[in-house]
């Protein structure tokens, strides 16, 4: 049993909690469909383009599954280690999770993670433990049920914008519900901009009335975070994520499942470009083709960076300020999210809808800096960050050490 913190495993958490922020500052700083599609808000002349491109390639849910993946190599790693009642502290650690989760979506932001995470968590003990390939054979097993779910949806709006494109049809009217959802739809836009003009009282009786919406956003966010859990769990175990492979295994992995993802997530950046940004196509790339490759991009980054983090960066002053904001994952995804509200939301300097997509994206910047800058500092005075602090006191219902010894 490992004990001892891995700096290589500390500073790719590190690198998932950053990887994650150029997506969500375009959560935001711009209406819903802008996420996925640039002719939704902020732009779509020949840099916009290249800046969405490059985002869909190399960003879009590959930081996010990544991330998922540190989340269940972290439970992994504590019921491990045991102690006295192991399941016990777990459980207490993901109802307290579900708390500062339900506070954090109400409050700040609608795309928060950590509810369902802290929902999956509770089954990852029934699973952790299962052989390898049975892990494996799991998560692919949740990534086509959910592709299956979805590409059903998603093959009526293909044969729809088939016959568009081909002029096998001239009727319109079925674009409306797809533009409402993944496109420019001005009405869409204009309610999107309204409501980010709420004070902070309102947005919370706002979020508190929708509470349905939370379990459907949780609901929705299983199967594929189960699924990178569970390659996570395996990656850990397997010893890849443990230091254990060498560093030629790791660029092998990285390289073979790394360079054909590129390919097919460039070829459908393509064909979203080639068809002006159009709602079905590029919803179609974004939520359903490209999931499974999107996988495959976010172990290649995780192989990649355990060959560099572990092997020629290891005794770098930079490997270690990443480590140190991976041993801060949970407040600085947290404080993310205050800094970005503080930006764009009216109760901070309100520049919701004011931005074009290089601003948002030069804006992200903003906490990554604070993470690399504040959480080296935080640390050598403190053992843990503010939120693991406030996380782990409350599940053991009393407040808990937080300054190192002098």
């Known amino acids: 049993m490992i004990r001892h913190r891995i700096a290589a495993l500390d500073a790719l958490r590190g690198v998932a909690v950053a990887g994650i922020v150029p997506m969500n500052v375009i959560a935001y700083a711009m209406p819903a469909a802008a996420y996925i599609n640039p002719r939704a808000y902020g732009g779509d002349g020949p840099f916009a383009t290249g800046l969405w491109a490059l985002s869909f390639l190399l960003v879009e849910d590959k930081f996010r599954t990544l991330f998922a993946m540190m989340f269940g190599v972290g439970v992994t790693i504590l019921i491990e280690r045991g102690g006295a009642h192991p399941w016990r502290a777990h459980y207490a650690r993901m109802a307290a999770l579900f708390v500062i989760a339900l506070a954090h979506a109400v409050l700040l932001a609608n795309n928060d993670v950590l ?91 706002r979020r508190m009335n929708d509470w349905p919406l939370q379990f459907t956003a949780i609901a929705a966010q299983i199967p594929s975070t189960l699924a990178a859990m569970l390659v996570g769990v395996t990656a850990w175990r397997s010893g890849l994520l443990a230091g254990q492979w060498p560093q030629r295994r790791l660029l092998r992995l990285a390289a073979w499942l790394g360079l054909p993802s590129l390919v097919a997530l460039a ?87 004011m931005v074009t997509r290089a601003q948002t994206l030069a804006l992200g910047l903003i906490p990554v800096a604070l993470m690399l800058v504040v959480s080296p500092l935080w640390l050598n005075r403190f053992r843990q960050g503010p939120a693991e ?11 808990l050490p937080i300054r190192l010894p002098r």
């Open 389 to 399: 602090w406030l996380w782990r006191s409350l599940a053991a219902l009393k407040p």
């Open 115 to 205: 509810r369902a995470y802290a929902v999956i968590g509770c089954l990852l003990p029934f699973l952790i433990r299962l052989p390898l390939r049975w892990l494996l054979i799991g998560a692919a097993a949740l990534m086509l049920g959910q592709l299956a779910v979805s590409g059903y949806v998603a093959w009526a709006w293909l044969r729809y914008w088939h016959a568009l494109a081909s002029g096998l049809t001239s009727d319109m009217s079925g674009m409306a519900e797809v533009e409402r959802r993944f496109g420019a739809d001005p009405q869409v836009i204009a309610a999107s901009i309204a409501q980010w003009q709420e004070s902070l009282p309102e947005r919370i009786v």
């Open 267 to 353: 070829a459908m950046a393509a064909w979203s470009i080639f068809t002006g940004f159009d709602a079905i196509v590029t919803a179609f790339n974004a939520l359903v083709l490209s999931a499974p490759f999107d996988m495959m991009l976010g172990i290649a980054y995780a192989a990649l960076a355990m060959a560099l983090f572990g092997g020629p960066l290891a005794a770098r002053a930079s490997t270690r300020r990443w480590a140190a904001v991976g041993r801060m994952a949970l407040t600085n995804y947290l404080g993310t999210s205050f800094v970005f509200a503080g930006l764009f939301a009216a109760w901070g300097l309100g520049l919701f809808g």
